[in-house]
């Protein structure tokens, strides 16, 4: 079995081909790597299963990565984080006309049937 090299806030480990994040983590004495945006407070691995989120970081410059689902692939770079990175929005959001009630909600079916 091949070990991968992968990266932890530049520093270069050696992880098991299907390793998750979050286990090289533990492994390697890491507990909290994240801190809450109020108060600071450190997170890691809560549930494991991926429904809590607070073992969130980066990996490739994509933030809010669940460590506990990810599993790392080699040349992976993860980064910790302290307080909250937010995604960089590159694109405005799509305009969506909100449906008054249901017989608008019916014509607008109506018309789109029409269009296909």
Same mark, same amino acid.
């Given at each position: 079995?091949?070990?991968?090299?992968?990266?932890?806030?530049?520093?270069?480990?050696?992880?098991?081909?299907?390793?998750? =994040?979050? *286990?090289? #983590?533990?492994?390697?004495?890491?507990?909290?790597?994240?801190? $809450?945006?109020? +108060?600071? /407070?450190?997170?890691?691995?809560?549930?494991?299963?991926?429904?809590?989120?607070?073992?969130?970081?980066?990996?490739?410059?994509?933030?809010? =990565?669940? *460590?506990? #689902?990810?599993?790392?692939?080699?040349?992976?770079?993860?980064? $910790?984080?302290? +307080?909250? /990175?937010?995604?960089?929005?590159?694109?405005?959001?799509?305009?969506?006309?909100?449906?008054?009630?249901?017989?608008?909600?019916?014509?607008?079916?109506?018309?789109?049937?029409?269009?296909?």
């Amino acid at each position: 079995m091949a070990l991968m090299t992968v990266y932890v806030d530049g520093e270069r480990h050696r992880a098991l081909p299907g390793q998750t =994040v979050a *286990a090289l #983590l533990l492994a390697t004495g890491h507990r909290s790597w994240r801190t $809450t945006r109020l +108060g600071g /407070r450190p997170r890691g691995v809560f549930c494991g299963i991926g429904v809590c989120y607070d073992c969130l970081l980066v990996v490739n410059g994509l933030p809010d =990565v669940r *460590a506990c #689902l990810r599993e790392l692939r080699d040349g992976d770079r993860v980064e $910790t984080l302290r +307080g909250a /990175r937010l995604p960089a929005c590159t694109e405005a959001p799509e305009t969506v006309r909100p449906v008054r009630d249901t017989a608008d909600a019916e014509e607008a079916d109506d018309e789109a049937d029409e269009v296909a």
